[in-house]
């Protein structure tokens, strides 16, 4: 994502990898990452990137009118 310029389109890249609308209207959005790690054992830099994603999803969602606030969002190690 870039800096944002009012009245321009900020360009972001990638794929909300699950997001799901529950019976209160509020959407719970999730993330996987392949890791042999689990969450707790990932770094902090990666840690903290995980949580700016996730940030930038939630503007997408409030972008487009759609609830987020106490939604329950988060990373999802999958493991091999």
């Given at each position: 994502?870039?800096?944002?310029?009012?009245?321009?389109?900020?360009?972001?890249?990638g794929?909300?990898?699950l997001a799901v609308l529950d019976e209160k209207g509020k959407i719970n959005y999730y993330d996987y990452k392949t890791s042999p790690k689990e969450y707790g054992e990932f770094g902090k830099p990666k840690r903290l990137a995980y949580?700016?994603?996730?940030?930038?999803?939630?503007?997408?969602?409030?972008?487009?009118?759609?609830?987020?606030?106490?939604?329950?969002?988060?990373?999802?190690?999958i493991q091999f």
């Open positions: 994502m870039h800096k944002a310029t009012p009245g321009k389109p900020q360009t972001l890249m794929y909300i990898d949580t700016y994603q996730l940030a930038a999803y939630g503007k997408l969602f409030r972008q487009y009118g759609l609830d987020y606030r106490d939604s329950d969002i988060g990373i999802l190690p």
